[in-house]
């Protein structure tokens, strides 16, 4: 039975109303930006004569006879009849007394559902329903059916987003001519797509494609252009340190030091870079480049010019691992050209994290690498003029934002200009142009297009997990050559999450049927006599961590059964061969990680990825990506095309998608009058820039910003 209406002042801390809080609808704007999932037709009433089984349906008719009968369960059984003598039974195998008291013989009433064809001849099974009188009208609209909890009736929510779009500003904020024609009024668009008149496409609504929609999607891809061109616009008013390469300086040495020369990529970007820290003001550049690209050496020569100009530079990762990594490699470079290179995690404590500190407030550490530990409250710059985020879609807004303050503080208090340092953001995730243009827009991109010379390809193969063995013995194979293997899994012990869950929501075995590290380290070493297996995963110490690694790039350890805590960050080439299994349970992006930690070397590399069958639709496009391309620009267009911006976004939408209503695949042309009007719209009719961005995005222009 439908949910009585709320009462004319509900209290603050009933059910609804706390779910409406929950849902975030808490102002008039967000209940009118409240749109239906789907329609239901109740415009029209159909004879039961007419009826067709398997369609859906309003009838009305008068009830008959009611009562609980017991076949083979308790259930509610209602019998009606039209005025033409048709008959149909509703049928309530869940009910309330409620339900039995609107339901009486008489009573007049109208029910919505499925239409049944059946022994007992037609029904409906838990349909809406409702008591009228004779010649009540029809809804003169669709019916909105909108996204909710248990606790907020339809009902209830109808009214409140009725209620929001009444009291909500709507009025007409932009000039003429930005809007692009043809679409509607804000108000009117609003109107029409919370109560479409009976005869709208249903087709326009369901892939919005209607003028309506339109309207709203440009609205919101404008608010985020003017938020992310007005973000940039700021930081261009703000003073950076001058950070300039010299003649014969640390940039040059450290270059002329380098086993490799750099590819002609490298030097492309290495120069948009360091015509950054020149500038004077704060960059804000992202670096990106496909797995084993050689982006650490870009950061390298950023760092160099950073620490030539007598300023401290500090790079932060996400994982200790991948941490340790770039200090590895760093200090391999840079510490016999002088530079003390200081070293902080988490993990880190008593005097060996003391006497960090204590480097990088004295300034006598140049360079600083770390995990989050870099952004804590008591790690003190003495003149911070650089930073680099490794992986940068793996940390949060928070995270980000601290790192931004952390900066800020490191400028002296007394200084007449306060400056803001420069930040460098990398990546292995390559961004899709289209996410370059949207969330990405108030960043400069810097791209290395080419790996370097000596990388050998990978031959990627799918192989169904009841060839299990079959794989085992390939390896006995491999490693009796001499050769190195990964194995990676999903889960460490049976039913446990690793605090690292895969990510792509493939459906495969369930948990409690997902082999585990931990088991399958203690099959292949069964498997393999005379080879050391080793095991790494989230939860070992971060010095247990530290020596199996240490042991498989010795070459100590033949086989590495790991969780994806060596997603990235660990370069070992004599490792030939990787295999995945459960394939299907990680994400895209993370599956090509994953296969950029073989092919180091000179050995021709392989990746295998093991997966459990049924596949759904999207594990299937995931492996098929996986198999058919090595490039890392197509995988990511691909995951843009099977999941959607959330995961090239990262933390930055802080939980809530940055985009609401528009679909960067289908919405180009829109973004693209966005893009073109955004910065005319700020010179121009700054008032109303600035009341689009508060309408749209409020506090979330924020999360753009980081």
Request: net charge neutral; proline share 7%; hydrophobic share 45%.
């Amino acid at each position: 039975m439908p949910a009585a209406l709320p009462p004319a002042a509900a209290s603050p801390k009933s059910g609804p109303a706390r779910a409406l809080e929950t849902l975030g609808l808490t102002t008039p704007i967000a209940l009118a930006l409240h749109l239906p999932l789907r329609y239901e037709d109740e415009t029209r009433l159909t004879p039961l004569a007419e009826a067709q089984p398997g369609s859906t349906v309003q009838v009305e008719a008068i009830v008959r006879d009611a009562r609980v009968e017991f076949r083979p369960r308790r259930q509610l059984v209602v019998r009606l009849e039209d005025e033409a003598g048709e008959a149909l039974v509703l049928r309530f195998v869940h009910f309330y007394p409620s339900h039995q008291k609107a339901l009486q013989p008489g009573v007049r009433v109208r029910a919505r559902g499925e239409l049944r064809g059946g022994f007992f001849g037609r029904e409906m099974i838990h349909p809406q329903f409702k008591a009228v009188e004779p010649g009540t009208p029809l809804a003169a609209a669709l019916t909105p059916v909108y996204p909710s909890t248990a606790a907020l009736p339809q009902a209830y929510l109808r009214k409140a987003v009725a209620s929001g779009l009444q009291r909500a500003h709507l009025a007409e904020l932009l000039p003429a001519g930005v809007v692009p024609a043809g679409l509607p009024p804000l108000r009117e668009a609003l109107q029409f797509l919370h109560h479409p008149p009976p005869a709208t496409p249903l087709a326009t609504l369901e892939d919005h494609s209607h003028p309506a929609w339109q309207r709203l999607k440009f609205e919101e891809l404008l608010a985020q252009q003017l938020a992310q061109a007005q973000a940039r616009r700021e930081r261009a008013q703000h003073a950076a340190p001058v950070l300039a390469a010299r003649a014969g300086g640390l940039h040059e040495r450290l270059l002329a030091a380098l086993p490799f020369a750099l590819t002609g990529a490298q030097r492309r970007v290495t120069h948009e870079i360091a015509s950054d820290l020149g500038a004077g003001r704060p960059m804000h550049r992202l670096l990106q480049g496909d797995v084993g690209a050689g982006k650490t050496v870009v950061a390298a020569l950023a760092a160099a010019v950073a620490i030539d100009a007598g300023w401290q530079c500090a790079l932060m990762a996400p994982t200790e691992i991948l941490a340790e990594q770039h200090f590895a490699k760093l200090v391999q470079w840079l510490a016999p050209l002088g530079v003390q290179v200081a070293w902080l995690t988490g993990s880190q404590r008593g005097k060996a994290r003391a006497r960090a500190l204590e480097a990088v407030a004295r300034g006598e550490a140049a360079l600083v690498v770390g995990t989050h530990a870099v952004i804590q409250h008591d790690v003190v710059f003495a003149r911070l003029g650089l930073a680099v985020v490794d992986e940068q879609h793996r940390f949060g807004v928070a995270q980000r934002l601290a790192l931004r303050h952390k900066l800020e503080a490191a400028s002296p208090d007394d200084a007449a200009v306060r400056l803001e340092p420069h930040l460098l953001m990398m990546s292995a995730t390559p961004i899709p142009r289209t996410l370059a243009m949207t969330y990405f827009a108030d960043l400069e991109v810097s791209t290395i297009d080419e790996l370097p010379p000596g990388r050998t390809p990978i031959v990627t193969k799918l192989i169904a997990d009841h060839r299990r063995d079959e794989l085992i013995g390939r390896i006995r194979d491999a490693v009796a050559a001499g050769q190195q293997v990964y194995w990676v899994c999903p889960l460490v012990e049976a039913m446990e999450d690793d605090g690292q869950p895969p990510a792509g929501g493939g459906r495969g075995k369930p948990l409690a049927e997902l082999r585990n590290a931990t088991e399958t380290q203690a099959q292949l070493a069964a498997a393999l006599p005379g080879h050391e297996v080793g095991l790494i995963h989230g939860r070992l110490k971060a010095a247990e961590k530290a020596a199996v690694m240490a042991r498989f790039k010795a070459g100590e350890t033949a086989v590495l059964v790991a969780t994806t805590v060596i997603e990235v960050g660990v370069d070992v080439p004599n490792a030939s061969l990787m295999v995945v299994e459960h394939a299907e349970r990680f994400g895209l992006a993370q599956l090509h990680q994953l296969r950029g930690r073989v092919g180091r070397g000179t050995v021709a590399s392989a990746c295998v990825l093991m997966y459990s069958s049924p596949l759904s639709d999207s594990g299937k496009q995931r492996l098929r990506a996986m198999a058919e391309t090595q490039d890392g620009f197509e995988i990511a267009r691909r995951d843009l095309e099977i999941r959607g911006p959330g995961e090239f976004m990262g933390a930055r939408q802080s939980g809530d998608a940055l985009l609401r209503f528009a679909d960067l695949a289908e919405d180009a042309p829109l973004l693209a009058q966005a893009r073109r009007v955004a910065p005319w719209l700020l010179d121009v009719h700054p008032a109303a820039a600035e009341a689009q961005v508060a309408r749209w995005l409020g506090r979330q222009a924020e999360f753009l910003r980081a």
